[in-house]
């Protein structure tokens, strides 16, 4: 270490004006500022970006899913939870009579859309504001994972 850098003094000059550079350049320069003010102005996410889920529907309205818990055996929060039922159709083996999900445990990892064979689940909603003022309606069930529309407020 040279005498200058021992005394410190020119480090801590340095510092300081790199300081003053970020303090200047945020005042008169808000407008390049990376700070997104939310909730008005909401972030724009990739499109890869994992959302909440939702399951797919057949064209007859009914769940894609045939119950085979691949899903659930991939989740490694423990957090899906399907009752299998047979399926009046003799070409469908099974299907989902429950499908619950408890958001609150979920880490958003995607394993449970990367597991599924017939691509039945998706998290491309693209909601990742989810509000709710009581915890049990963070496990939400079949109908809501098809048909929700209601955006984040459980
Ligand atoms: S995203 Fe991950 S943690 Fe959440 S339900 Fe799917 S597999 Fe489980
Ligand atoms: S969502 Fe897919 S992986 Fe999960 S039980 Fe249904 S078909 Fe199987």
Do not use: W
Request: with cysteine.
């Amino acid at each position: 270490m040279s005498l200058g850098e021992r005394v410190y003094v020119g480090e801590v000059l340095r510092g300081l004006l790199i300081t003053i550079r970020h303090l200047l350049r945020n005042i008169f320069a808000m407008k390049d500022m990376p700070t997104v003010q939310y909730p008005e102005e909401k972030p724009r996410y990739s499109d890869r970006f994992r959302g909440r889920h939702r399951l797919m529907k057949r064209d007859d309205g009914s769940p894609r899913c045939v119950a085979c818990m691949m899903c659930s055996t991939a989740c490694p929060a423990d957090c899906i939870h399907i009752t299998a039922a047979e399926h009046p159709d003799p070409t469908i083996e099974k299907y989902p009579e429950r499908f619950d999900i408890d958001l609150l445990r979920c880490v958003y990892c995607g394993l449970c859309e990367e597991a599924c064979p017939c691509d039945a689940i998706r998290m491309d909603t693209g909601i990742y504001e989810i509000v709710a003022d009581a915890r049990e309606k963070f496990f939400v069930d079949k109908d809501f994972l098809l048909n929700d529309e209601t955006r984040g407020t459980l």
